[in-house]
């Protein structure tokens, strides 16, 4: 068990650990529901441009195979390890029992940084952490999407390679492709409309219009951008500050999200958009605003700013933003902030990614409208299962969506038992 360490996983294992005790889970029962099936580590050796031969570390975690195949994002990301690649399988599988996909939890990824890495390297890193990743995925087995560094370009390179090694075109081995090679309308979106759509129902059960409200988006990259426009664009609401890896962005009056969109898709990134409005990225944070929304990295919520966060919505656009310690902060905080697990607050992009899978599968696509008014329809009955949960039990919103897909893993395993 040892392979899994470091703080992520810690993470994944502490909220595990909660849910349980709450669930009174024998001993005895709780190992085969929290370790992984299967961690599969390989060599990506690669050509650089500069004739040097390059080897970046591979993973791929699938976490459970109780109620289907295993799903997940892939993640190319610098100091990426196993342990956080296991965390991140093991929040997808309480997510998709959550939202009642027929899956468990997957991820995996490359430890490298894919904006050090010119479009050729990319591409040879893609297809050869795909081939070497064959042997163990399939459409019936494990099926790849984008998360972080990864996109549609990407996911097109997934499918080419695994195609041609079977000899026929395989559109469903990977979600979140272009929608020219069976990619589905609405994916790309699907995780920010997701958490927007959620904010708003937030709004609603605690009382606030969201046309009156501000919000703080944490990342600007597909998940941010998305849920920042989506927010505005859509639900009127004033975004006050955005920030990504190089830099934040803060003004009390709202920013200009047209002149900012047009900026990014010059640039890549947001800094050299403005100097005036720029803020200190901890500060970020912690700036008065109606809906703060975490949509980049892990573990930036500890115990240290959320009993300084002026929010009264906190939408998890990432995975595990909220440190274990910084959730019993705000469990004393639960008249003030709302809290939108992540499981629950970015389930948009799983959910899109199930529809594209059953779309390919049966060669059969919907429109945008039908893939919007189902990702609505499940997202709606998530989030009555867990307010409805969390106000019965009287728990934090975190702990009764966890509850529920816990419990959802758990019964699948009771009912198929324990093989031999
Ligand atoms: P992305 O690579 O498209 O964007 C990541 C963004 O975060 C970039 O703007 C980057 O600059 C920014 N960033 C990185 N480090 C930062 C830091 N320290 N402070 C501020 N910004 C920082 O990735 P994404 O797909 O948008 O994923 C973001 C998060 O959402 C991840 O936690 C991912 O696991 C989660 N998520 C993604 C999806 C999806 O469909 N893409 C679905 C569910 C959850």
């Known amino acids: 068990m040892s ?33 992984p099936k299967r961690a599969i580590a ?80 990319l591409e040879a890193v893609s297809r050869r952490y795909m081939q070497e990743m064959i042997p163990f995925v399939s459409p019936q087995t494990d099926i790849m999407a984008p998360d972080m560094g990864t996109n549609e370009q990407v996911m097109a390179w997934f499918m080419d390679t695994y195609s041609v090694h079977q000899g026929h075109s395989v559109n469903e081995i990977v979600t979140g492709k272009p929608v020219s090679l069976g990619g589905t309308e609405g994916r790309r979106e699907a995780t920010g409309q997701g958490v927007a759509y959620l904010v708003s129902r937030a709004c609603d059960t605690v009382g606030l219009k969201s046309q009156d409200c501000t919000a703080v988006v944490q990342g600007f990259g597909n998940v941010g951008s998305v849920t920042a426009y989506a927010l505005a664009r859509r639900h009127g609401v004033r975004i006050t500050g955005i920030s990504d890896h190089t830099v934040a962005l803060f003004d009390p009056a709202g920013l200009p999200l047209d002149a900012i969109e047009a900026h990014v898709r010059g640039s890549g990134v947001l800094a050299g958009f403005s100097n005036q409005m720029k803020i200190d990225p901890g500060e970020l944070l912690t700036q008065q605003c109606d809906i703060l929304a975490p949509c980049a990295v892990e573990r930036v919520i500890t115990a240290d700013n959320a009993g300084k966060l002026k929010c009264r919505i906190l939408a998890e656009g990432a995975n595990g933003p909220t440190t274990p310690d910084a959730d019993l902060v705000l469990a004393q905080r639960q008249g003030e902030v709302f809290v939108l697990p ?19 599968l049966q060669r059969l696509f919907w429109t945008e409208n039908e893939v919007n008014d189902r990702l609505e329809r499940l997202l709606e009955s998530a989030f009555g299962q867990v307010t409805r949960r969390a106000q019965r039990e009287r728990v934090p919103m975190r702990t009764a969506a966890m509850a529920i897909g816990v419990e959802k893993v758990r019964a699948g395993k009771q009912l198929r038992g324990l093989f031999p």
């Open 342 to 360: 992540d499981i629950l607050c970015n389930s948009g992009g799983v959910i899109v990614s199930y529809f594209e899978w059953v779309q390919d």
């Open 42 to 121: 390989v060599s990506v050796p690669i050509h650089m441009d500069d004739g040097r031969t390059e080897v970046f570390q591979g993973y791929r975690v699938q976490h459970h195979l109780t109620l289907g195949p295993t799903k997940g994002g892939t993640r190319f990301a610098r100091h990426l390890d196993v342990g956080e690649v296991a965390a991140l399988a093991i929040w997808m599988s309480w997510k998709c029992a959550l939202t009642g996909l027929p899956y468990g939890g997957a991820k995996g990824g490359v430890a490298c940084d894919p904006s050090r890495l010119s479009i050729r390297e």
């Open 3 to 35: 392979i899994y360490t470091g703080p992520v996983f810690e993470m994944a294992r502490a909220q595990f650990g909660i849910i349980a005790d709450h669930l009174d889970i024998p001993d005895d029962e709780r190992d085969r529901l929290l370790y």
